[in-house]
T-cell receptor, first 111, second 116 residues
Framework: GQQVMQIPQYQHVQEGEDFTTYCNSSTTLSNIQWYKQRPGGHPVFLIQLVKSGEVKKQKRLTFQFGEAKKNSSLHITATQTTDVGTYFCADGSSNTGKLIFGQGTTLQVKP | NAGVMQNPRHLVRRRGQEARLRCSPMKGHSHVYWYRQLPEEGLKFMVYLQKENIIDESGMPKERFSAEFPKEGPSILRIQQVVRGDSAAYFC??????????????FGPGTRLTVL
């Protein structure tokens, strides 16, 4: 079935360093969504990308959707301890609205 | 505006018992999705419901699991004769009606099910 691969699985950075997580699909995506889940918490919607080559920014977070709409990335500039958590990409292409989640990238930030 | 509500937040069951998980969507939302998250794993889609209808249950195990979203009241995910492998966090998400695919989903706090 449809799969979304996300790498890396874990990332440990020093506070102030940058962080990037990548999401790849074997098929073209109509849209991709990004969620953040804090330890012990629930997924919280961050953003949705729908256009080929789209780039969106939220403060220190930059989201990109590939030209072929098969990959996406989330980049965090100058990480802070509040960025700790697991970041998931999700394929929202299904006509029933269900989300197919990547495995997530867990970010640890050392102060 | 209250968010998605789930209860109970934590549920402990012994093997063979039944687990009933409840989800009240956000006000004005008529689409409900259930996802399961095993420890250290991502979220897996289980079922998508609208009021009184199951739209997509392609992620539901064939046996012991059922879901409903009645005309009145919360959506219920029911697990009969639980086994240890059912231990997981179960998240409900809701989205507004009429926008179709790609709609933002708002997640509830989840129910952490532990099967002893």
């Amino acid at each position: 079935g449809q799969q979304v691969m996300q790498i890396p699985q874990y990332q440990h950075v020093q506070e102030g360093e940058d962080f990037t997580t990548y999401c790849n699909s074997s098929t073209t995506l109509s849209n991709i969504q990004w969620y953040k889940q804090r330890p012990g918490g629930h997924p919280v919607f961050l953003i949705q990308l729908v256009k080929s080559g789209e780039v969106k920014k939220q403060k220190r977070l930059t989201f990109q959707f590939g030209e072929a709409k098969k990959n996406s990335s989330l980049h965090i500039t100058a990480t802070q301890t509040t960025d700790v958590g697991t970041y998931f990409c999700a394929d929202g292409s299904s006509n029933t609205g269900k989300l197919i989640f990547g495995q997530g990238t867990t970010l640890q930030v050392k102060p | 505006n209250a968010g998605v509500m789930q209860n109970p937040r934590h549920l402990v069951r012994r093997r063979g018992q039944e687990a009933r998980l409840r989800c009240s969507p956000m006000k004005g939302h008529s689409h409900v999705y259930w996802y399961r998250q095993l420890p250290e794993e991502g979220l897996k889609f289980m079922v998508y419901l609208q009021k009184e209808n199951i739209i997509d249950e392609s992620g539901m195990p064939k046996e012991r699991f059922s879901a409903e979203f009645p005309k009145e009241g919360p959506s219920i995910l029911r697990i009969q004769q639980v086994v240890r492998g059912d231990s997981a966090a179960y998240f409900c998400a809701s989205s507004p009606a009429d926008r179709g695919y790609g709609d933002t989903q708002y997640f509830g706090p989840g129910t952490r099910l532990t099967v002893l």
